[in-house]
């Protein structure tokens, strides 16, 4: 063992870094509802990542980084989870369910489906119901063999936040979908005799949510095994924060604080601040339970995936608490006391590396402390890489260059949450400007293909061990494979309310992309 490999087996990340492996990784991001093969019913699917983790293998590639999976009821946003532990049934791959034979014209309902899955965006509501009602259907015809199933009742035993996940669905549904913090005063608060009337005055419901969670979870199980067997690592995302009007809320109350809600302080991008509306832990509520529900949540992530991403990272440290339906401006960071912030994150990040063999990546974009990186590079934790964003700020806003990135860390060009490399380009001028000098390039207002070309492969030999661009960024070099409006590989537009929001479709189907040689070659030679 060198030197090098000896820096990071000795940190608290060390069980991780050792089952991925002290080297260079490369991989793709996408949100699963954008990717759509032959099979799809009008949505991507879980089963759809095993020829996408195929692909990935032939071309090189070891990482696919994934949206949250998270139920999200009726919201389009993967960051607004209805809870922390259910995955999304809308994902769930129909033609690979079993017992499909015992449901009449489900052949045919599955064809009709498909056609869906072809248009260029989606179609949350009609895709939404169309799949529930075809689900319910199979629960119907199915669930007498599940029941029976040493596996499904497993499954149903060993997952304690399943009950009141299930019977919080069902009762969304009955209230028509508002808040729980409107619901009746039995509903809303129930004793926990009522807790059990409820479960089974409803119990055929909460059967049909169990099975679907089964079904999730096996699917995403079975593409996790699948990806190991080709080498390749599934990397989930965690958001840090919940929606108020989630399960976990409503039936974990005392650890959140529902009188705050999280934000972002006034800054150069916002003179107003950020208000999020997602309510803030209650940290020593929770540590003294040993922080128990955050370990039940990473040990389910463990099933299906071998590395995460830790949304807003820096929040565990110190988050921006706004008193709720206040402006953001009249928050306040808690802890409030400076010397309490890297205690009780590094006490957090201690017990998420303890507690599960996943490998975790930090989302440390933004305004972070210096002291909070130190603390992350001292436990081993990587954090990210905007390429765009990678400047000396604090001297004279020149960028970095990209050999002098720290190699525990994850290089990038773009994210979910920004413009594509193209947008970029064209809706920031000064910046590609200053851009196209640190390359010794003359400006242009275009973003040609060989630049753009160049700037992946810069990503891809970063000083970085892992380097992960969203799949679309390598599409936009080919005109076939993208829409002829750049703005619609945008995937979201943060703090607007668009129908472009989530519901970002690739143009063509895998299928294409893998047959599509060029593609190939160009892949891998930026791997080269």
Not at 7 to 17: D, G, K
Not at 103 to 120: C, G, I, Y
Not at 242 to 253: E, F, G, K, Q, T
């Amino acid at each position: 063992m060198n030197p090098h490999e000896q820096t990071y087996l000795s940190t608290a990340a060390s069980r991780q870094w050792q089952t991925l492996g002290i080297k260079h990784h490369h991989g793709i991001a996408l949100p699963l509802f954008s990717l759509h093969t032959q099979e799809s019913s009008g949505i991507g699917e879980y089963c759809d990542l095993i020829p996408l983790i195929d692909w990935c293998h032939s071309l090189g590639m070891d990482i696919i980084q994934l949206l949250p999976l998270n139920d999200t009821g009726m919201d389009t946003s993967p960051y607004n989870g209805l809870s922390a532990f259910a995955l999304n049934p809308l994902f769930i791959s129909l033609s690979k369910l079993p017992y499909l034979s015992d449901v009449p014209d489900a052949q045919n309902q599955l064809r009709s489906l498909k056609e869906w899955s072809h248009t260029p965006r989606i179609n949350w509501n009609l895709i939404r119901k169309l799949k529930m009602d075809f689900l319910f259907n199979y629960f119907q015809k199915t669930y007498p063999q599940f029941s029976q199933d040493p596996s499904y009742q497993k499954f149903v035993r060993e997952n304690s936040w399943l009950v009141s996940y299930c019977l919080f669905r069902t009762l969304k549904e009955n209230q028509q979908w508002k808040s729980w913090e409107e619901w009746p005063s039995n509903l809303k608060s129930p004793s926990d005799k009522k807790f059990d009337e409820l479960v089974s005055e409803h119990s055929e419901r909460i059967h049909f949510f169990e099975l679907l969670q089964y079904l999730c979870y096996s699917q995403m199980s079975d593409v996790k095994e699948h990806a190991k067997s080709r080498g390749v690592f599934i990397k989930g995302d965690i958001p840090i924060l919940i929606s108020r009007d989630s399960c976990d809320v409503w039936a974990y109350r005392s650890h959140f604080l529902l009188n705050l809600s999280a934000g972002a302080p006034p800054d150069m991008f916002s003179s107003e601040g950020q208000y999020w509306g997602f309510p803030i832990y209650d940290w020593q509520e929770l540590r003294q339970q040993n922080y128990s529900w955050w370990q039940e949540r990473l040990k389910l992530a463990e099933k299906i995936y071998h590395i995460y991403r830790i949304d807003h990272i820096v929040g565990f440290f110190r988050i921006w608490a706004i008193p709720k339906n206040r402006p953001a401006k009249e928050g306040e960071f808690l802890p409030r006391e400076k010397s309490d912030r890297i205690p009780q994150g590094r006490a957090i990040m201690e017990m998420m590396l303890r507690s599960c063999s996943l490998f975790p990546i930090g989302e440390d974009l933004g305004v972070v402390p210096t002291e909070v990186r130190t603390c992350l590079r001292e436990l081993g934790i990587c954090g990210t890489k905007v390429i765009r964003w990678e400047r000396k700020w604090e001297v004279d806003d020149s960028f970095i260059p990209f050999s002098e990135y720290i190699p525990e860390s994850m290089t990038t060009v773009s994210t979910h949450d920004s413009d594509t490399l193209q947008l970029w380009w064209r809706h920031s001028p000064k910046e590609a400007k200053a851009f196209a000098e640190f390359k010794g390039w003359d400006y242009k207002p275009l973003l040609s293909n060989d630049r753009h070309y160049e700037i992946l492969k810069d990503s891809h030999h970063s000083g970085s061990f892992f380097h992960i661009n969203l799949l679309n960024e390598y599409l936009a070099m080919f005109p076939d494979l993208i829409s002829a409006n750049p703005l619609d590989e945008r995937i979201n537009m943060p703090g607007k309310i668009l129908d472009t929001n989530w519901s970002y479709r690739f143009a063509k189907p895998l299928e294409d992309m893998v047959a599509h040689s060029d593609l190939n070659k160009t892949i891998k030679s930026l791997l080269s």
